[in-house]
């Protein structure tokens, strides 16, 4: 990856302008890694140093303890930003994570707290990269809101038993819109993305198979889901490391803290 350090030219309006037009008409995007990388590229000019620093972040993800089906397979790192429609993009006191059982009946309704994404990568270019791109993206579709924005590092740990990205099954997340980019694959298979209308048809399956593949949904719209992995070499390290950034127009509410009792 060879960044242009440049703006974002007339190619990169027409992308978002593409992405927008399919967002409305079919509910979900895959773009690839040769739209997403230069566009992403382009906003800040982020080097190839930092974006293998922007990966090798992932390496250093804490255990997600809120797994109700008592799996051990995913670790995680969170954070909260705003943005008004045109505005910067502004990272927020650290807060648990929320989801009611509504949206997640496996590990929602109650407050979660994850550790927080490090300073440097929450305040870095290439996160700072994929923020602007969802601002301007989303916002194309509904201005002049305020959004709160919550970001999370995930990585499924393939090598562990019941290893899935999407514990909870083919779910929406409760908010307007999402961003899953793919930030590395390693000796794994499995692992495709699927996108149901709310009748349960299946609208597209696709796998992220390389760095900056990425698949944008109206989360209002449909529901997505990601299939099991497992390792290609038992033997062998294996894991999927993804960021996964949500948009909504209004904050979710705080459930229930068991940390608090």
Known sequence: MTPPG???GAADTRLLAEARAALTRDGCVFWPAAHTA?????????????????QDSWNRLERDRYMADGGRYRERRHA???????GPVRQEPHRPHYQSRAYNPLNGGIARHFAPVEPSI???????A?????????????????WHIEVHQFR????RSGATPTPEGVHRDGVDFVWMMLVQRRNIQGGETRIRDQAGETLARFTLADPFDAALVDDARVLHGVTPVTPLDPSQPAW???LVVTFA?????QGPDPSAS
Not at 38 to 46: H, K, Q, S
Not at 80 to 86: D, E, G, K, L
Not at 134 to 144: E, H, I, N, Q
Request: proline fraction near 8%; charge should be negative.
């Open 80 to 86: 909260t930003f705003s943005a008004s429609a045109s």
């Open 38 to 54: 230069p566009l992403l590229a382009g906003l800040t000019g982020f080097t190839d140093r930092e974006w293998t620093a922007f």
């Open 6 to 8: 440049a703006a974002a």
């Open 130 to 146: 994929v923020l602007s791109c969802c601002r301007d993206l989303f916002g194309g579709l509904a201005p002049a809101r305020a």
């Open 249 to 253: 127009a209004n904050p979710p509410e």
């Open 122 to 128: 929450a305040q870095g270019p290439v996160l700072g």
């Open 240 to 242: 999927r490391d993804v």
């Open 156 to 159: 499924i740990d393939a090598a």
